[in-house]
């Protein structure tokens, strides 16, 4: 599978990858999440953390618990996983995702596999 290469996307994937080198596969999300706040941190990006995910029906705004782990400079969401394999409802969540919140482009990365680049999925609306 081809990953959109931005030049946001590289960063945020070689963030990702300097705490899978560190700590491998088997932790939990929340783990993986907070290593890599500080790598965006150390890189100097612009980052929000579990933002809400508006849903909007009908002219009301619910009041629903989604969150997106990260928006990135705005303009990338990233959404992580620790899970043995990806399911196509975790693509279809990403995907709703950049829908509700208008965002044009997102990745879903996997820690719990050997290489990260097995665990990447780059998503482009």
């Given at each position: 599978?081809?990953?959109?290469?931005?030049?946001?996307?590289?960063?945020?994937?070689?963030?990702?990858?300097?705490?899978?080198?560190?700590?491998?596969?088997?932790l939990?999300?929340?783990?993986?999440?907070?290593?890599?706040?500080?790598?965006f941190?150390?890189?100097?990006?612009?980052?929000?953390?579990?933002?809400?995910?508006?849903?909007?029906?009908?002219?009301?705004?619910?009041?629903?618990?989604?969150r997106?782990?990260?928006?990135?400079?705005?303009?990338?969401?990233?959404e992580?996983?620790?899970?043995?394999?990806?399911?196509?409802?975790?693509?279809?969540?990403?995907?709703?995702?950049?829908?509700?919140?208008?965002?044009?482009?997102?990745?879903?990365?996997?820690?719990?596999?050997?290489?990260?680049?097995?665990?990447?999925?780059?998503?482009?609306?």
């Amino acid at each position: 599978m081809r990953i959109y290469r931005s030049q946001l996307c590289q960063r945020v994937i070689g963030c990702s990858m300097q705490v899978h080198r560190r700590l491998g596969p088997g932790l939990l999300e929340s783990v993986y999440e907070e290593c890599v706040d500080q790598e965006f941190r150390a890189a100097g990006l612009h980052f929000a953390r579990q933002v809400p995910v508006p849903v909007h029906y009908k002219g009301a705004i619910l009041g629903c618990a989604y969150r997106v782990d990260f928006v990135v400079e705005g303009s990338l969401i990233l959404e992580l996983k620790a899970v043995e394999r990806c399911l196509p409802i975790h693509e279809a969540q990403v995907l709703t995702y950049l829908k509700l919140m208008k965002v044009r482009q997102a990745l879903l990365i996997n820690f719990n596999v050997k290489l990260l680049k097995h665990g990447i999925k780059s998503f482009l609306l």
